[in-house]
T-cell receptor
Framework: GAVVSQHPSRVICKSGTSVKIECRSL??????MFWYRQFPKQSLMLMATSNEGSKATYEQGVEKDKFLINHASLTLSTLTVTSAHPEDSSFYIC????????????FGPGTRLTVL | AQRVTQPEKLLSVFKGAPVELKCNYSYSGSPELFWYVQYSRQRLQLLLRHISRESIKGFTADLNKGETSFHLKKPFAQEEDSAMYYC?????????FGEGTQLTVNP
């Protein structure tokens, strides 16, 4: 149980375009989902916390207009990187916290974004 | 502010040897601590939580509030333990990760 999927697993796009990444909890409901960014050989950096039905809470230094987050249902959150630039190239990972457990987060496999 | 420190980026041991991955934290409240593991080309997965006081795959970790540490230990390392290990602390729902330790278990 507690499986989180992400789609796509890998995406390459041109500079200036927008890219949407989906995060789904497959076998549980997640009132809270999280979006992380991971640079090569570095740790995960929390970008934002997404609660179902409300606006996401962004970490300091993360542009909310650039990284649009939508959490429309208890099993789906999306991250849209708008007007992508090469410096946005990174590994984006989502996680979900099950509604009926404590603070354990279950992680998706990640999405590799490359902006040309 | 909460902070997690893993002083060793790389740790290499031989198969059968004991291994200890260090984790120290700073947090003003009562922390909930986790160890996550990431095997090569796989997603991050939970290894253990301090509140469960369990042993997973032979690993244990004890929360030492006096030393603000949550070191991960295994008495006899196996080659399949080679992976990236992250210590994490949560306040509310927010997880703060350490920088990670790459463990290599040599045959």
């Amino acid at each position: 149980g507690a499986v989180v999927s992400q789609h796509p697993s890998r995406v390459i796009c041109k500079s200036g375009t927008s890219v949407k990444i989906e995060c789904r909890s497959l076998d549980f409901q997640a009132t809270t989902m999280f979006w992380y960014r991971q640079f090569p050989k570095q740790s995960l950096m929390l970008m934002a916390t997404s609660n179902e039905g409300s606006k996401a809470t962004y970490e300091q230094g993360v542009e909310k207009d650039k990284f649009l987050i939508n959490h429309a249902s208890l099993t789906l959150s999306t991250l849209t990187v708008t007007s992508a630039h090469p410096e946005d190239s990174s590994f984006y990972i989502c996680s979900a916290r099950a509604s009926d457990t404590s603070n354990t987060q279950y992680f998706g496999p990640g999405t590799r974004l490359t902006v040309l | 502010a909460q902070r997690v420190t893993q002083p060793e980026k790389l740790l290499s041991v031989f198969k059968g040897a004991p291994v200890e991955l260090k984790c120290n934290y700073s947090y003003s409240g009562s922390p909930e601590l986790f160890w996550y593991v990431q095997y090569s080309r796989q997603r991050l997965q939970l290894l253990l939580r301090h509140i469960s006081r369990e042993s997973i795959k032979g690993f244990t970790a004890d929360l030492n509030k006096g030393e603000t540490s949550f070191h991960l230990k295994k008495p006899f390392a196996q080659e399949e333990d080679s992976a990236m290990y992250y210590c994490a602390l949560t306040s509310g729902s927010r997880l703060t990760f350490g920088e990670g330790t790459q463990l290599t278990v040599n045959p």
